[in-house]
């Protein structure tokens, strides 16, 4: 398998599909592919970067993986509240995706990651170079079998066949950093695109970005297309989500405008990022994360 893999993604649905299916919770950190090589780890980003220095707590776990080993999961921080309950943090998660290598050792040592692993790609020692084409089920029994000799921080994630289950999962953890839950067919293979389907609570959508306004070394702004095909400009940017964006905007020659009469440098459109939609009706954008 060739490095960066083409990742499967879920599309978003108003209610869970019946018959044979499972059911997984959906965590809200920073999707993550982790390669175990013959004498290493790599961990990729869904957009095929390579972060393993933002992610090294979980690299030097995965060594104790077989070599040749390839999970999708993410990567996860939990954090504790008031009352000690712990629950998992997208900003710090997203704090540490956004940061500089040294800064990632330092976030690594206060607030260790966990990887919540949701797929096995490749297990050669076990005879399968490739199980992408092998089904879902299949692949889940080879994960757990893998994992159960691992341990955390590298975990695997919840699932159940049981639809009313899956309901209850929706309905309660919420508040601890669980966003939805997705839903695969069990005699499902490993494809690129979106071959799953997701129920979450955050009403986000993912937005391609055609601009930005500033500069691309210091966007303010970006331009996005929406679902609905409308262009819109975002909210300021942070800092940190600016710093990260900026080199891999691809600005072209001259202006455009949105519909509603907004400026912005055009760009390539082949970045991604994720946007809160409650007030994509109003053409206001708040860019969450980069996709």
């Known amino acids: 398998m060739e490095w960066p893999v083409d990742v499967a993604l879920a599309r978003p649905v108003t209610q869970l599909p019946t018959g044979p299916w499972a059911y997984e919770i959906k965590v809200d950190g920073h999707r993550t592919v982790l390669w175990r090589t013959e004498d290493s780890v790599r961990l990729q980003s869904r957009t095929g970067r390579d972060v393993t220095a933002l992610w090294m707590d979980l690299a030097v776990a995965a060594m104790r993986l077989p070599p040749g080993v390839i999970l999708d999961g993410e990567a996860v921080v939990y954090l504790s509240d008031a009352d000690g ?144 095909g409308r262009v819109a400009l975002s909210q300021r940017l942070t800092t940190a989500l600016a710093s990260v964006v900026g080199p891999l905007l691809a600005p072209q020659a001259g202006r455009a405008f949105t519909k509603a009469g907004d400026s912005f440098t055009p760009a390539f459109d082949d970045l991604v990022v994720e946007v809160i939609a409650g007030t994509t009706r109003h053409a206001v954008v708040i860019v969450t994360r980069i996709r």
Do not use: C, M
């Open 85 to 228: 309950n712990a629950r998992i943090s997208f900003e710090a998660a997203q704090s540490r995706a956004l940061s500089r290598p040294r800064r990632a050792r330092e976030l690594a040592d206060q607030r260790p990651a966990t990887y919540v692993a949701f797929d096995i790609l490749a297990h050669p020692a076990a005879g399968f170079p490739d199980l992408r084409p092998r089904p879902y089920a299949e692949r889940r029994q080879i994960l757990l079998d893998v994992l159960a000799d691992v341990g955390p921080p590298i975990v695997p994630v919840w699932s159940t066949t049981d639809l009313d289950e899956a309901l209850l999962w929706f309905e309660t953890l919420e508040g601890t950093g669980v966003e939805g839950i997705v839903a695969k067919p069990l005699r499902s293979a490993y494809k690129a695109g979106r071959v799953w389907t997701k129920v979450r609570h955050a009403d986000t959508v993912d937005a391609t970005v055609v601009g930005f306004t500033g500069t691309a070394r210091h966007p303010k702004a970006l331009a996005v297309r929406l679902p609905d």
